[in-house]
């Protein structure tokens, strides 16, 4: 009865979770979409470089930062984005397919392992 009442507001657990679950989610599904969009800073000969969003006079440091590929030649761009490395990305769908299979084959061994006990 003497002491006087809080002046600001006390955040409750359940006032401060949301936001967390919100920045693992994020998390996971830029994870999720980095693995199956795998990008590329080499580029052919035939493909056009598009200057990279984030604006022209860049150092190296700077553009890679922002995710985008700095040029080793003087009389291309700058900073121009990446490619989709379609490669990459049929390496990692090979393996995990493969990797899927390998645990649906071990499932019946393991599962008649424990049975038989």
Not at 56 to 64: H, S, V
């Amino acid at each position: 009865s003497g002491f006087a009442p809080p002046s600001h507001h006390v955040l409750v657990k359940s006032e401060v979770a949301p936001e967390k679950l919100n920045v693992k989610l994020k998390h996971a599904y830029e994870s999720l979409l980095r693995f199956f969009r795998p990008m590329t800073c080499l580029h052919k000969d035939g493909q056009t470089l598009i200057p990279c969003d984030i604006g022209e006079g860049l150092n190296t440091t700077e553009c890679l930062e922002n995710k985008c590929c700095p040029s080793k030649t003087h009389h291309e761009l700058k900073c121009y984005m990446p490619f989709e490395d379609n490669m990459q990305l049929i390496f990692r769908v090979i393996l995990l397919v493969a990797a899927g299979f390998l645990i649906l084959g071990c499932l019946p061994l393991c599962c008649c392992a424990c049975f038989q006990r």
